[in-house]
């Protein structure tokens, strides 16, 4: 089965944000939630990199085993998703998150937290696919059609790279060859626990 | 000569900048090529720091590209706090069992003489069993988020367990107030006499005499051991509620999600320690000594159980009662 990933070539990003418009646009994700955005270093300076980041769907994810009442879980594709049902509001996931990828949309007692909410790899929750309920809590479930991560595909530079993690790496790998030289696959190390040799 | 001296300036200025552009034409250097790379940038970083860089939105926080602490945090709180746990509680659970076997029901030696004398007013056991009764629920939900997954969703499923945690969440959020309100309100009624004196070393040295029948050191209103109670509830207490202040209010942290990390952190260390603590003082004040409970119970206890076990503060109130204050220590003229 395909172990999906994202990839951001950082060598490619613009900082366009059409990934985190896309994603916004197409789950209807509320104000103040940011599921994926884009972080910009050395801006303004010669050898400014910006890179888009979002949840990685990590290999061993640390969300899943500080969670509380353990209601992530891991697909047959390698996607990291999570139940609002079962989901508490306690912030640990986001305490863990090396990406801080876990958001909150600050409806909890006193304004804290509320049900966490992250990006989905575009695959949906535990509801039915395509039911009015998976849209209404986790957004569109692309996946479930056969489609990939609407983020990657509206990139303007295709920097942002989504699907199985043999594939990307290889896309990748040709770029750098081609380039003579690469920024490495952000976060890869982190999350995958693996890095790109070129 | 003036001709023959513009010819030679103008080769010499010809020369000077056919030479110049070459120099400036150094084509290896890439701003793309040399740009930082995450390795250099992840190096660099001081421990509890995370990797940051500009965003277009406006929470700072967001900002945040990687934080590697998570990951220690996540080894703290999923494997040390576990063990650390354990021994202390189930520790404590074990030493008291075995205090129990050994010693057995401390008894009042001289048997109960059928007569009280009031040890707490209704302010005291008010204020007791308020900051108690939250301490208890407290303690069970907060044990419930850090060890329920491991012991209690096997049994229950995810369903029920989520349900529960989430009312014991709310519980533990909203209880935090009456606790913080209790905590307060027993320093300013009890810290006259829980400041450490004198006659609670030798208690200490005695070892509050509960190892051995017969022996009974001197205490006044509360005891050496009490005492120690007395200031592990407060300083445990001010600890708890300060971080679980930022806990119940994340937007206050100045640093973001490090600062939540170390409350967080402190919170669950100091709880475990607390509950070790408690369950001792529990223990004592219920099952492991005879006629204790009835201090808190009703307030009255009985007067051969007071003067054995709080022989200068049974002096102290008889003066009181005959009218006149006693300097501690003295003994009546009869």
């Known amino acids: ?198 | 000569m003036k001709n023959w001296l513009k010819t030679v300036l103008a080769v010499l200025a010809l020369a000077f900048v056919a030479t110049a552009p070459a120099a400036a034409q150094n084509n290896n250097f890439n701003p793309t090529k040399e740009a930082v790379k995450e390795e250099q940038l992840l190096n660099a970083l001081k421990p509890g720091d995370r990797l940051t860089g500009r965003i277009s939105i406006p929470d700072e926080k967001a900002a945040s590209l990687i934080q590697p602490t998570g990951q220690e945090w996540r080894t703290f709180h999923q494997q040390k706090l576990p063990i650390i746990g354990g021994v202390a509680i189930l520790g404590m659970l074990g030493l008291l069992a075995l205090f129990f076997l050994v010693r057995g029901r401390i008894r009042v030696e001289g048997g109960f003489s059928g007569e009280t004398i009031t040890r707490f007013a209704s302010l005291d056991r008010f204020t007791h069993w308020l900051t108690a009764g939250c301490f208890i629920v407290l303690a069970l939900s907060g044990l419930n988020i850090s060890f329920g997954r491991m012991v209690i969703l096997p049994w229950l499923g995810p369903e029920t367990f989520a349900s529960l945690t989430a009312l014991g969440k709310l519980a533990h959020n909203y209880l935090a107030f009456p606790f913080m309100f209790g905590i307060a309100l027993m320093f300013v009624i009890w810290v006259r006499d829980n400041i450490p004196e004198k006659i609670d070393l030798e208690w200490l040295k005695q070892g509050g005499g509960i190892f051995s029948k017969g022996a009974h050191p001197p205490a006044r209103r509360f005891n050496a051991g009490q005492k120690m109670v007395f200031w592990i509830v407060m300083g445990g207490g001010v600890v708890m509620s300060v971080s679980g202040w930022f806990l119940l209010f994340p937007y206050l942290a100045q640093n973001g999600v490090s600062d939540l990390q170390f409350f967080t952190s402190i919170h669950a260390l100091l709880a475990v320690l607390f509950i070790a603590a408690m369950l001792a003082h529990i223990y004592i004040g219920s099952l492991g000594m005879e006629g204790a409970f009835d201090a808190m119970g009703t307030g009255e206890v009985d007067l051969n159980w007071a003067k054995e076990h709080h022989g200068l503060w049974v002096e102290e109130e008889q003066a009181k009662a005959k009218g006149g204050k006693v300097a501690p220590g003295a003994v009546p003229a009869e």
Not at chain 1, 138 to 148: H, I, Q, S
Not at chain 1, 162 to 188: F, L, N
Request: with cysteine; proline share 5%; aromatic share 10%.
């Open chain 1, 1 to 198: 089965m395909a172990r999906m990933k994202f990839l951001c070539d950082a060598d490619r990003c613009i900082e366009c944000n059409a990934c985190v418009t896309a994603c916004k646009n197409e789950h209807e994700v509320p104000w103040g939630i940011n599921r994926r955005r884009v972080v910009t270093i050395n801006d303004g300076k010669p050898g400014e990199r910006s890179v888009s980041m979002a949840c990685m769907h990590c290999t061993d994810a640390p969300c899943a085993a500080v969670c509380p009442v353990s209601c992530f879980y891991t697909t047959a594709d390698a996607v990291v998703l999570h139940s609002k049902d079962l989901c508490i509001g306690c912030g640990y996931c986001f305490y863990a998150c090396p990406f801080g990828a876990p958001q909150y949309p600050r409806v909890g007692n006193f304004g804290s937290r509320g049900k966490m909410d992250k990006c989905t790899y575009c695959a949906g929750g535990p509801e039915a696919d395509f039911s009015t309920a998976e849209y209404e809590k986790y957004g569109r479930n692309r996946l479930a059609e056969g489609k990939l991560p609407l983020c990657a595909e509206m990139c303007s530079t295709k920097s942002l790279l989504a699907g199985d993690g043999d594939i990307i790496a290889s896309i990748y790998k040709e770029r750098v060859m081609k380039r003579g030289y690469g920024s490495g696959a952000w976060g890869w190390k982190t999350a995958y626990k693996e890095t790109i040799n070129v």
